[in-house]
């Protein structure tokens, strides 16, 4: 795998960390939520694997190009959580598309008893050498905190962190753990 892009970004929650669950927010978000996280987000939904293990299917539009990822349950702690999808389809029109492993993490950092700090972190990556070339021949004369990857990450943490403040502040994850 050659890694493509690589964004991360952050955004304050004005609630306790000991309120909330990041795992079982993204394992939980509606479709209606995530929806309203982003411009680009279309949908997504839940399901598990035989194994057990949890999954996000995110269906979205970054630059112009939609997407369906297929995120895994890798590590999913109260304040982590580490997903993999390992067959994110991305759609370069209507009939030819690219395969790409796409690495999302969510991470809080107490900054204070009523505050702390969101960390989005995502990493592309794909085999796929003819897309990677011109990727790079697209990209290479634009500010790395200006490319489409980058300024959809901006977008949506600052939503998730406000989704998740709201869901904290009104329990919602305090009244799953009982």
């Known amino acids: 795998m050659t890694k493509l892009g690589e ?10 960390i000991d309120s909330i669950n990041i795992s ?4 939980n978000i509606t479709a209606e939520e995530y929806a309203a996280c982003s411009s680009g ?7 598990q694997l035989p194994s057990g293990k949890r999954v996000s299917m995110n269906v979205e539009n970054v630059a112009g190009y ?3 990822q ?4 890798t590590i999913s702690e109260k304040d982590r959580v580490l997903t993999v999808s390992p067959n994110t389809t991305l759609w370069l029109d209507d009939v030819n598309y690219v395969i790409l492993q796409i690495t999302w993490e969510l991470k809080l950092d107490k900054i204070d008893d009523n505050t702390c700090l969101l960390t989005c972190k995502v990493i592309s990556e794909t ?7 011109a990727t790079h021949e697209l990209t290479k004369d634009i500010d790395p905190q200006e490319t489409p990857f ?3 990450i901006n977008e949506e943490t600052p939503l ?3 989704d998740i403040e709201t869901k904290a502040l009104a329990g919602v994850f305090t009244m799953e753990e009982v």
């Open 24 to 27: 079982e927010w993204l394992f």
């Open 7 to 16: 964004a991360t970004a952050q955004a304050i929650i004005n609630a306790n």
């Open 70 to 73: 297929h995120y895994i349950e």
């Open 66 to 68: 939609f997407m369906v």
């Open 41 to 47: 987000h279309q949908s997504a939904a839940q399901g």
């Open 150 to 152: 980058q300024l959809h």
């Open 127 to 133: 085999e796929n050498e003819q897309f990677i070339q």
């Open 160 to 162: 998730f962190a406000k």
